[in-house]
C-alpha cells in the first residue's frame, strides 16, 4: 500500500527503521526482529540505504522479504551516493520488480572523509533531482523525502533549507519524514514556517528514544540535532547505569510523542537503531 494512502487514516501512522545489517546472520536476527513487531501492527517498517557494496543488496531483499513475507508494508530508502543515473534506475526497476511501492528518496551524506558532496558521474547532486528522476522516468513509487526541524547541517540556515525543501516537494514528494530531534520546540515552527511556503504533504516527525548515551551524542553531532539541557541533565545523572539511561530515554520519547499526537501530528517514525525494545516501550505506553 502506498504510504499516501495510509497517512489518509483516523489513525496516526506508526512507522520503524531499521538499517540492513552487515552479515547474513545479522539479516536473519533483523528478520526476527521485526516479525517480533508485527503485534504492533507498524503502518510501515523501512530500511535505510547504505554507502555501498553488499548493504545495499540486503535494503532491497528486507523490503521485499518483510512486506511479503511476513505482510508488513515497506519503504526503501535510496541515496545519491556513488550512483549515476543508469545506476539509480536499474535500482528502482528492482525495488518495483520486488512489488515495493514507496521509495524515500535522499540524497545521502558524503562518504567518510570527505568534507563535501560530490555527486557521481553522470548522478545528482540533490534529492529533488532524484525525486524529479522517478517522476520523470514514471517509475509507479509513492516518493517521500527528508526534512530537518532544526536545518540540514550543511544548510547557512534555516530560511535557506526551507526554501530547497519546498523546490524538493514540488518535484513530487508525497510525504516528508523529519530527522531526528528531541524538542517539540524544534519541530512545530518548523512545520508552521513550511506550510507558510505552501509545503502543504504530510510531515510525520522522527523520534529516538536514547538507549545509549555515547551513541546519541555521536549521533547528535553528526546529523546536527540538539539535546536539549533537560534531557542532557537527565542522562548525565544515570549516565553508568544502562537501564537506567534507557528508561529515561523511554519516559523522553513517551512525552515528546504523546504531545505530537496531542497537536495532531498524522503519525511518528521511530529510528530504531535495529534495538526495537525501547521503541516498543514507547509504543506500549502510548497504548497505540
Ligand atoms: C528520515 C531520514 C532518512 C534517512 N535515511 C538515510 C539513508 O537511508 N541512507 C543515508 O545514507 N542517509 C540517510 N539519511 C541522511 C541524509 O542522506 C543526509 O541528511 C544528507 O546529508 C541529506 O540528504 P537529503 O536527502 O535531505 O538531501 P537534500 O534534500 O539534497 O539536501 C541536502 C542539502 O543540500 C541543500 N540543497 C538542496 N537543494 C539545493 C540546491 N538546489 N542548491 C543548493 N543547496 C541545496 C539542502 O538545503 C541541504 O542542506 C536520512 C535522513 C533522514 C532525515
Redesign the pocket.
Known amino acids: 500500500m502506498r504510504i499516501k494512502d495510509l497517512l489518509g487514516g483516523a489513525k496516526p501512522v506508526v512507522s520503524f ?1 531499521f ?1 540492513p545489517p552487515k552479515t547474513d546472520d545479522g539479516v536473519e536476527k533483523l528478520y526476527r526482529a521485526v516479525e517480533a513487531l508485527k503485534p504492533c501492527r507498524p503502518s510501515f517498517v ?6 555501498g557494496g553488499s548493504t545495499r543488496d540486503r ?1 532491497l531483499e528486507l523490503v521485499g522479504r518483510i512486506k511479503h513475507e511476513l505482510g508488513i508494508e515497506t519503504m526503501a ?5 556513488g550512483a549515476s543515473q543508469t545506476q539509480l534506475a536499474a535500482t528502482l526497476e528492482k525495488l518495483a520488480a520486488a512489488g515495493v511501492e514507496n521509495v ?7 562518504p567518510k572523509g570527505e568534507a563535501s ?1 560530490l555527486p557521481a558521474e553522470g548522478g545528482f ?6 525525486v524529479a528522476f522517478i517522476r520523470r522516468e514514471g517509475y509507479p513509487f509513492c516518493v ?5 526541524p532544526e ?5 547557512p540556515d534555516l530560511t ?2 526551507l ?3 519546498a ?2 516537494v514540488e518535484a513530487g514528494v508525497e510525504f516528508l ?4 530531534f528531541f524538542d517539540n520546540q524544534d519541530f512545530f515552527p518548523f512545520v508552521r514556517r513550511a506550510r507558510s511556503l505552501g509545503i502543504e504533504v504530510p510531515i510525520l516527525p ?1 523520534l529516538m528514544p536514547v538507549t545509549n548515551v555515547s551513541q546519541v551524542q555521536r549521533f547528535t553531532k553528526m ?1 546536527g540535532a540538539r539535546i536539549p539541557q533537560e534531557l542532557q541533565r537527565r542522562l548525565s545523572i544515570v549516565e553508568r547505569d544502562p537501564a537506567a539511561v534507557v528508561a529515561a530515554g523511554v519516559y523522553w520519547t513517551t512525552v515528546q510523542a504523546q504531545q505530537l499526537l496531542d497537536h495532531g501530528v498524522p503519525g511518528l ?1 521511530f ?1 530504531t537503531l535495529n534495538q526495537s525494545s525501547a521503541t516498543l516501550a514507547v509504543h506500549a505506553a502510548l497504548g497505540l
Open positions: 527503521e538499517f523501512s530500511v535505510t540505504y547504505g554507502a535494503t530508502h535510496l541515496t545519491c551516493v524515500l528518496a535522499l540524497r545521502g551524506d558524503p558532496f547532486s540533490h534529492a529533488s533531482q532524484l517521500g523525502a527528508a526534512c530537518y536545518g540540514h547541517p550543511e544548510a535557506a533549507d526554501a530547497h525543501l523546490t524538493k519524514i523529519s530527522q531526528l522522527g546529523c517514525h529510528y
